[in-house]
Each structure stands twice: as C-alpha cells, then as structure tokens.
C-alpha cells in the first residue's frame, strides 16, 4: 500500500487533524493503578501504540467519579499530571489522545459507601483480633460480610434498574461530574473527549432498558434528552477539545433476535446522530451497543459473526451526516480497512484488538511489510475485560510490559537452528532473525502451522490460520531458511551457534481396557482428517481439544457424547465463546456427562461410572475419540554440542496454549 494508503492520509475532525485514519478505540486494559490513575504499565501501553503510529488513541471507561469499577479515573486534580505526562509522550509521536468518559449504570456514591463500611468492620476485626477479643472479632467479620454482600446486591439491582430509578438530581449530579472531568482532560493536555453513549448515558436512550415516565423517559425525544445535555455540558465545560461520541447501535442477530440492550435501534440511532452532529459533536464511532453482561455480543470471538458487521449502520449515518464517522467490529486487516475508506463508508478505522496484536500497524503499511493479524480468539483480550484481568494478546508477548519487554540488538554474528515449525518456533525465528542473527527451521511435516492446523478443522476456527500466514510472510522477508518436509541432524545442529527445539506434542490415550482396539481413535487424527469416523461417538475428554472435536464431529452428522471427569465441559474456554459451543451443543442434541470416569472401552462402546453417586453406566459408540490431553514428544539431543533450549509443548511437562508457546519462543530467542 505504501504511503499513498488512504488508511495514512490525515483526518480533520473539529480543529484537530489526525495525520492518518488508524485509531485505537476505547479498550479497558486493566493497565492502571489501583487508584485508577496512569502508572508505568498504561503509560508505556499507549506510548508503544504512539511509537506504532497510530494517530488517535482514546483511554476507554475513565470515570468521573470514583467508582469501585477496576478503571482509569479522572475525578480528582491529583490525577491531573499522569494524565497531562501521557499526553505529552504522545505528542511526541503525533499522536492525539482522548478519554471516554463514562458513568456507570448504578448509585456509584451509594455502593461506594457501603464497601467503605464493609472495609472499616474488616479493619475493626483485625484490631480485636489483635487485642485477643475473638467475640468482638467474630462480630465484626460477620457484620462487614454483610454489607458487602448488600453492596453487591445493591449493585446488581442498580445494573438493571439504575436509570429509570436514579433521580432527576442525581442525573444533574452525574452531569457535572462528566463537565468537570472534561475540564480536567483539557488542563491535562487531552486533545479530546469521547462520550461514552453506552452504560448510563445510552441506557437512558434505550426503549428495551428505559422505564421511566418523566422528561427523560417514554418518546425518542426525552430518551435523547441526556444524551444531548452531557454534550452541551462538556462543550461548555472544554470547548477547546474535539468532542467525539460513541454511538451504541442495538444489532439484530442471525435469527432475529436483538443483539444489545443499550442505546438505540438502527433507525433511532440515525435521528439520534443528526441531533449529535446539531449539539456540537465533531466525530461519531458507530459501535455495537453492550449490557448482555457477556463482553462478546460487543466484541465477538471469531466465527460468530461477519466481518465489520456494524459497518451497515455506519455507513447508513454517515449519509445524514457531514462530520467524520468511526467504524469498529471485526475490521480485522488493513486491506479491509482500506476497502472500506476507499468506498466512503467511514473516515477512519477503529483497530482495537488488531493493534494490540501488532501496534506497528501504520508503519508496516507506510513500508509495505506484512502485519501480524488479530485472531478475534478473545482469549487474551476479552476474556480478560470480562474477568477484571489486565489485558494482552495471544499473539504479541510484549503487551502490558512494553517498558522491559522488547526485542534486543543481536551479539554479534550467529547462526540459529530452529527445529519444529509450529507457532513457537515460527515466532523463535521471527524473533532470532530481527535480531539480524541466519536461521533456518526444520519442519518434518510438510506444512507450517503443527497444532495451528489442528485448531483451526473445528467450526468457526478457520480464522487461527491468520497466526502461521503471517509468519509465511513475514520469516522470508526476514531472510529465514524455512524447510519444511526436512529433519535436522545432529551435525547440521552443530553447525549452528544454538538450537531452539519446538518438537511439539502428541495425543495421549487413556490407560483403560480396550483403549486400544480398532474402534478408538486420536482426536488429533480425526482434526488432521487422518481418520474418517461416522455413525455414534463417544469423546472421551470435554477440554477444549475434547469440545471442539465433538463440534467438528456434529457439523459431519454425527451423533456425539462428550464424556468428562469434572464437573465442568470446557473449563479453559474463553466466557465469550463458551455459551456459543453450548448453543451448538443443544441444537445438535449432544449428550454431555460430567463427573464421569471412564473404566473400559468396549466394541460397543464406553463403559464409566458416575464420581458423585457411583453409578455404572454404558455409553453406546461405533466410534471411542481420545481427547484426555497431550504429552510433550521426546527429543533425543544426544551429540548436539552447541546450547539448546526448548520452547512451546515440548518445553515443560505441561503442554502449552497458543499465548504460552508465542512467549517461549519469544523469551529463548530473545536470549541467545
């Protein structure tokens, strides 16, 4: 694409002029203090996204008042300085910076204070303690377990019914707090301010969530009302910031049923920006409204829905209106972005998830080099949002520790043997070879990937291919020796300086009886499509490998049980992800047993017992899948006289996940 890229060309927006069209949306990342001010970890984040050149970076969920909520906050004049330290660093690389300012949708004071006194009776109880009064200890133990426990209560009555509850005092309350926040943005060198239209503010605006009966509840008209009022608060509040709102679009689903409950319908959301655009906003971001209470109908995992599937609506508004629109959701590369510019669809790109995957993203289209891609798996970004994690990428091992993470210069001179090509080897050489140290990669199979392939053969996997295609482009480029269908040889080890070993892992079967008979065979197989299978199959295993066998096998026709020793089908999986393979469970009719352990295999099948009440059980199969777990492959380094180290699988007596194989790799070749 180079520099003539429409996704590098500057954007004005209000007074502010962005020199390209590449924009990190609102994310929560966890990178925060306690306290919810910028420390060393989110200033090094968003300094690393500037360094990228990226030319807007918006701080996502910063409070105004301060919430028990894990999110930055802007609600003090203390806080004032790390914010105005992050501005200046981004500057530094021409970069704009806003904050999202956001309420949320409950009686923040109200719950606030009822932690305070669950934390002041925990404090009193240790001091009794102390002093040997065990009653008074007791007392008061049981006295802050209460009120923490109504402060959650409290809490999730709030979420539901907050903004048909919350007083017309309140909401003026919340206003100023926004305006004052806004204020503090601009005397911290901010460059602007996005509303956040969801949570309470677009929870107001929606019919589905919206009961009330006064001026801010019922008609479209008095729904929009805050809304609007927050905007002419802020305008007056700091004038001189580009004022951005983020527009929450109520979707439909693939059968028809609402995706969202926040902010407003498709047709409302129109005559909503119109209004926007009349009060003074400067820039909308046309996004997916949330309040499901799962993070995925936002920001969906992979499979689950189109790409830029809220790009219809966006492009819809921007006809009506003559101020800059955003798109976000599963804008997944840089060629999709450009189309989309190209086509006067939107004026600028919300890459979330792609850019904590690669924050080089502008750069690398300015150089025509290729981008590593986001896999919308959610497992490192999402799932970490929804379960008060800070945030990273399967793909990227240097998210969250940009400050003390990063590829060094080489020592010199240096050959490296990288032997194994799946993903831990791949970024091994990746690594090895930005370094400016030769390396080549053994790989016996013929074909890149090693479980890579496997993971993507079940439905709505295929998107995990992105990881290998990326390192098929980018390892030549680096000028790695790829030689796939090859085994290393000692000696051609010794010819090297080091040795990274990624041998990788392989299935394990079950110690029963019969586990060997012709009826039973490999998950791994059966993904490689090594083995055709049909008619009834019993998966023996409900881990991911174990759930997504059985998926695979639903899709060809046929008939599964999935058998498990916990209490709990896909422990490890990904809370986003998860309700969707129990959906496809339930329409295939699968049959699930929990708290099962198998005993024996038989011709007709598996024969198991119930760990909570004993029970016997048969388990009628043609087919017996294993799908208990892996083990690492054994790698015979007899004669090999130079360093080795090993990495991924083969690394550790437990196998490893995508994030952890991408890390060892990272770490070993970043140190030879």
Same mark, same amino acid.
């Given at each position: 694409?180079?520099?003539?890229?429409?996704?590098?060309?500057?954007? @004005?927006?209000?007074?502010?002029?962005?020199?390209?069209?590449?924009?990190?949306?609102?994310?929560?990342?966890?990178?925060?203090?306690?306290?919810?001010?910028?420390?060393?970890?989110?200033?090094? +984040?968003?300094?690393?996204?500037?360094?990228?050149?990226?030319?807007?970076?918006?701080?996502?969920?910063?409070?105004?008042?301060?919430?028990?909520?894990?999110?930055?906050?802007?609600?003090?004049?203390?806080? #004032?300085?790390?914010?105005?330290?992050?501005?200046?660093?981004?500057?530094?690389?021409?970069?704009?910076?806003?904050?999202?300012? +956001?309420?949320?949708?409950?009686?923040?004071?109200?719950?606030?204070?009822?932690?305070?006194?669950?934390?002041?009776?925990?404090?009193?109880?240790?001091?009794?303690?102390?002093?040997?009064?065990?009653?008074?200890?007791?007392?008061?133990?049981?006295?802050?377990?209460?009120?923490?426990?109504?402060?959650?209560?409290?809490?999730?009555?709030?979420?539901?019914?907050?903004?048909?509850?919350?007083?017309?005092?309140?909401?003026?309350?919340?206003?100023?707090?926004?305006?004052?926040?806004?204020?503090?943005?601009?005397?911290?060198?901010?460059?602007? &301010?996005?509303?956040?239209?969801?949570?309470?503010?677009?929870?107001?605006?929606?019919? $589905?969530?919206?009961?009330?009966?006064?001026?801010?509840?019922?008609?479209?008209?008095?729904?929009?009302?805050?809304?609007?009022?927050?905007?002419?608060?802020?305008?007056?509040?700091?004038?001189?910031?580009?004022?951005?709102?983020?527009?929450?679009? /109520?979707?439909?689903?693939?059968?028809?049923?609402?995706? =969202?409950?926040?902010?407003?319908?498709?047709?409302?959301?129109?005559?909503?920006?119109?209004? !926007?655009?009349?009060?003074?906003?400067?820039?909308?971001?046309?996004?997916?409204?949330?309040?499901?209470?799962?993070?995925?109908?936002?920001?969906?995992?992979?499979?689950? !829905?189109?790409?830029?599937?809220?790009?219809?609506?966006?492009?819809? #508004?921007?006809?009506?209106?003559?101020?800059?629109?955003?798109?976000?959701?599963?804008?997944?590369?840089?060629?999709?972005?450009?189309? &989309?510019?190209?086509?006067?669809?939107?004026?600028?790109?919300?890459?979330?998830?792609?850019?904590?995957?690669?924050?080089?993203?502008?750069?690398?289209?300015?150089?025509?080099?290729?981008?590593?891609?986001? !896999?919308?798996?959610?497992?490192?970004?999402?799932?970490?949002?929804?379960?008060?994690?800070?945030?990273?990428?399967?793909?990227?091992?240097?998210?969250?520790?940009?400050?003390?993470?990063?590829?060094?210069?080489?020592?010199?001179?240096?050959?490296?043997?990288?032997?194994?090509?799946?993903?831990?080897?791949?970024?091994?050489?990746?690594?090895?070879?930005?370094?400016?140290?030769?390396?080549?990669?053994?790989?016996?199979?013929?074909?890149?990937?090693?479980?890579?392939?496997?993971?993507?053969?079940?439905?709505?996997?295929?998107?995990?291919?992105?990881? &290998?295609?990326?390192?098929?482009? #980018?390892?030549?480029?680096?000028?790695?020796?790829?030689?796939? =269908?090859?085994?290393?040889?000692?000696?051609?080890?010794? =010819?090297?300086?080091?040795?990274?070993?990624?041998?990788?892992?392989?299935?394990?079967?079950?110690?029963?009886?019969?586990?060997?008979?012709?009826?039973?065979?490999?998950?791994?197989?059966?993904?490689?499509?090594?083995?055709? /299978?049909?008619?009834?199959?019993?998966?023996?295993?409900?881990? $991911?490998?174990?759930?997504?066998?059985?998926?695979?096998?639903?899709?060809?026709?046929?008939?599964?049980? !999935? /058998?498990?020793?916990?209490?709990? &089908?896909?422990?490890?999986?990904?809370?986003?992800?998860?309700?969707?393979?129990?959906?496809?469970?339930?329409?295939?009719?699968?049959?699930?047993?929990?708290?099962?352990?198998?005993?024996?295999?038989?011709?007709?099948?598996?024969?198991?017992?119930?760990?909570?009440?004993?029970? @016997?059980?048969?388990?009628?199969?043609?087919?017996?899948?294993?799908?208990?777990?892996?083990?690492?492959?054994?790698?015979?380094?007899?004669?090999?006289?130079?360093?080795?180290? +090993?990495?991924?699988?083969?690394?550790?007596? @437990?196998?490893?996940?995508?994030?952890?194989?991408?890390?060892?790799?990272? +770490?070993?070749?970043?140190? #030879?």
């Amino acid at each position: 694409m180079g520099r003539s890229s429409l996704l590098l060309q500057p954007l @004005k927006a209000g007074s502010l002029t962005l020199k390209n069209r590449i924009m990190f949306p609102p994310l929560t990342t966890g990178y925060e203090e306690r306290d919810g001010s910028i420390g060393e970890r989110s200033f090094h +984040f968003y300094e690393r996204l500037a360094k990228g050149g990226v030319s807007y970076v918006v701080i996502g969920d910063v409070a105004p008042v301060n919430t028990a909520s894990p999110t930055p906050k802007l609600c003090d004049d203390r806080q #004032i300085p790390g914010f105005k330290r992050l501005a200046d660093a981004l500057h530094a690389y021409d970069c704009r910076l806003a904050l999202q300012i +956001f309420h949320p949708e409950y009686d923040v004071p109200g719950v606030g204070r009822m932690i305070m006194e669950s934390m002041t009776a925990a404090r009193e109880a240790q001091e009794a303690k102390a002093a040997g009064d065990m009653a008074g200890f007791a007392a008061k133990m049981e006295e802050s377990g209460r009120i923490r426990s109504g402060a959650y209560a409290k809490l999730h009555h709030d979420m539901q019914h907050f903004v048909s509850e919350a007083s017309v005092e309140q909401l003026t309350q919340i206003k100023e707090a926004m305006a004052a926040c806004a204020r503090r943005a601009a005397a911290a060198g901010a460059d602007a &301010i996005e509303i956040h239209g969801d949570r309470l503010v677009g929870s107001l605006c929606s019919e $589905l969530l919206n009961h009330r009966t006064d001026e801010y509840g019922g008609s479209f008209e008095n729904r929009v009302r805050y809304a609007l009022e927050i905007v002419a608060a802020i305008r007056e509040a700091a004038p001189e910031l580009m004022l951005e709102y983020k527009l929450p679009v /109520i979707t439909e689903n693939p059968d028809g049923t609402l995706r =969202g409950k926040g902010g407003l319908r498709p047709e409302e959301a129109k005559k909503l920006a119109v209004l !926007l655009e009349k009060a003074g906003v400067q820039m909308l971001q046309v996004a997916q409204a949330n309040h499901t209470g799962n993070m995925g109908d936002t920001i969906p995992p992979m499979g689950t !829905l189109p790409y830029n599937w809220t790009l219809p609506v966006a492009k819809e #508004i921007k006809k009506l209106v003559s101020i800059p629109i955003v798109t976000v959701g599963r804008v997944v590369t840089v060629e999709a972005g450009e189309a &989309i510019l190209a086509a006067g669809e939107a004026d600028m790109i919300g890459y979330g998830r792609s850019l904590l995957t690669d924050p080089d993203i502008a750069h690398k289209v300015e150089r025509d080099e290729p981008v590593r891609t986001c !896999l919308n798996c959610n497992k490192g970004c999402v799932d970490a949002i929804q379960n008060r994690k800070y945030i990273s990428c399967v793909l990227n091992a240097e998210n969250g520790d940009e400050e003390t993470i990063f590829i060094r210069p080489g020592e010199g001179e240096k050959k490296v043997v990288v032997v194994g090509g799946g993903i831990a080897g791949l970024e091994a050489a990746r690594v090895a070879a930005k370094r400016g140290y030769r390396v080549t990669v053994f790989e016996k199979e013929e074909r890149l990937g090693g479980q890579i392939i496997l993971a993507a053969a079940p439905p709505r996997k295929s998107e995990i291919l992105r990881s &290998i295609e990326y390192y098929e482009k #980018i390892l030549p480029e680096l000028g790695v020796d790829l030689r796939p =269908g090859q085994l290393c040889t000692v000696e051609m080890m010794n =010819g090297a300086d080091a040795v990274i070993v990624a041998a990788g892992a392989e299935n394990v079967t079950l110690p029963v009886p019969g586990a060997c008979g012709d009826n039973v065979v490999s998950a791994w197989d059966v993904l490689a499509g090594r083995r055709e /299978i049909s008619g009834r199959c019993a998966v023996i295993g409900g881990g $991911l490998v174990g759930t997504e066998t059985a998926e695979y096998l639903l899709e060809r026709g046929c008939r599964v049980s !999935l /058998i498990e020793m916990t209490d709990k &089908i896909a422990a490890g999986e990904s809370t986003t992800i998860l309700p969707v393979i129990l959906d496809d469970f339930a329409r295939h009719k699968a049959a699930q047993y929990v708290n099962t352990k198998v005993t024996a295999v038989t011709k007709d099948g598996v024969e198991a017992v119930n760990t909570e009440t004993g029970e @016997k059980m048969t388990v009628p199969a043609d087919y017996v899948v294993m799908a208990v777990g892996s083990k690492k492959v054994p790698f015979d380094v007899t004669g090999v006289t130079v360093p080795v180290c +090993f990495v991924g699988d083969c690394s550790g007596e @437990k196998t490893a996940d995508i994030a952890a194989a991408v890390r060892s790799g990272y +770490f070993a070749a970043n140190e #030879i």
